[in-house]
C-alpha cells in the first residue's frame, strides 16, 4: 500500500510551507513517527514526522515551497524493515558524461542598440545605480535586457588583491517573513521612539544578596527579564493605551499582558509569548523565559507559542548594543529595548557616583499613544526598576521571590 503523505496544516493563518531539509534520503526505510524533514512556515520551523513504516519516495525538492495539504512524499507500507535495522543503500554507478566541446558563442555584431537597456531593465538599473555602460548584454545585437539588469550587480571597486569571493543563498521562509513584517512596520505605522534611563543598583543589590537562594530553591536563575517583565506589565496597567492595537476604525485594549519576548534562534529572530505575563510570579517568569528561548534554541518551538502578544520586550544588551531604537510588532503598538549595562559617574545627591546604568528606548505607534503616554509609561518603568522593592515586591522581598 502507498500512503500519500501531505503537507499539514500548522495553524489557522499558513496556506504553504518551504521544505527546508529532508532528514532522510530517497529511498530509506523510515519509522512511523520518525522526523523526516523540516519545514519553515512564516512563523516557524517545524518538524514532518512520518505517519507510517515504509520506504519513502521524495515528492519535493528542498527550498520547494509546497501548499498545505499537498503531497511531499510517498510511503511504501508494504516493504520490510532491512536487516538489523539498518538501511542499506548501493552506492550509484558512476555514469560516464559524454564532454561536449563548448560551442563557439556567436560573434554578436554591434549596431546602434548596442549597450542599450529595453526599459524594464532601464528601470531596474537606476534602481540599483548601474550604469547600462557597465552591463553586458545578452540580447539581440548586445541589447540589455530585464534579465541582464537583474543579475547585474554594483561594482564593488577595483580589487587590490587577496580573496573577493562572493555567496548568495536563499532565505528561509521565516526570515522572509521577518524582513516583510519588519518593513510593513516601518511603512504602515506612525512609529516614534521615546527615551530614558535606569540605575540598576538596586536590582543588582537584590540578586547578590538573593540569587543563590533563589536558583537553589527554584532551579532557575534570578535574572533581570523578570524584573522587566514585572515593570512592564505594571506599566501596561497603568497606561492601557500601550496595551492597545488599532483594528481597521477601531482601537482595541486588552486587559492581559501577553507579552512577546524576542530571541535570536537557529533559523533567525523568534518571538515566542508569556500568557497573561500579569498574572506570573518572578520564578513564574524566570521559569517560563528558559522554557521558551530553550524551545526556540532547539527549534520546537510552535506557531501557537508565537501567536498573539501584546507587547514585546526585546534585549540587545546580550550583543553588546547600547543604545537603539527597537522596531514594533505589528500588529502591537509598543515595543521596549533593553540595551546593555554600563558603569557610568552620574550625580545622586549632590554627589558623583559610579552608577550600573540602562538605557532604555521605547518605540510606539503615535497613531493611539499620545507622548504624554508614552513618556508616562517609560517613566514608570524606569522607577520600578531603580525602586523594585516597593512597587514591584510590595515592600516583602522574600513574599515576592517565594523564598
Known sequence: MILEMKVPSPGESITEVEIAEWLVQDGDYVEKDQAIAEVDSDKATLELPAEVSGIITLKAEEGDAVAVGEVVCLIDTSAEAPAGGATTTEAPKAEEKKVEAPKAAPVQSKTYVTGTAAPAAKKILDEKGIATSDVSGSGRDGRITKEDAVKAVPSMGTPTGGSRSTGRKKMSMLRR???ERLVEAKNTTAMLTTFNEADMKPIFDLRKQYKEEFKTKHGVGLGFMSFFTKAVT?????????????????????DFCDISIAVSGPKGLMVPVMRNA??????????????????????????DEMTGGTFTISNGGVFGSMLSTPIINPPQSGILGMHNIIERPVAVDG????????????SYDHRIIDGKESVGFLVAIKEALENPVELLMGGDVKKALEL
Open 351 to 362: 554627589q558623583v557616583v559610579i552608577r550600573p546604568m540602562m538605557y532604555l528606548a521605547l
Open 177 to 179: 517573513k521577518v524582513a
Open 278 to 303: 500579569e498574572m506570573l510570579t518572578f520564578r513564574g517568569v524566570e521559569a517560563e523565559i528558559k522554557r521558551l528561548a530553550l524551545r526556540a534554541r532547539d527549534g520546537k518551538i510552535t506557531v
Open 234 to 254: 505594571r506599566a501596561l496597567e497603568l497606561y492601557p493605551d500601550v496595551n492597545s492595537m488599532i483594528d481597521g476604525k477601531e482601537m482595541i485594549t486588552y
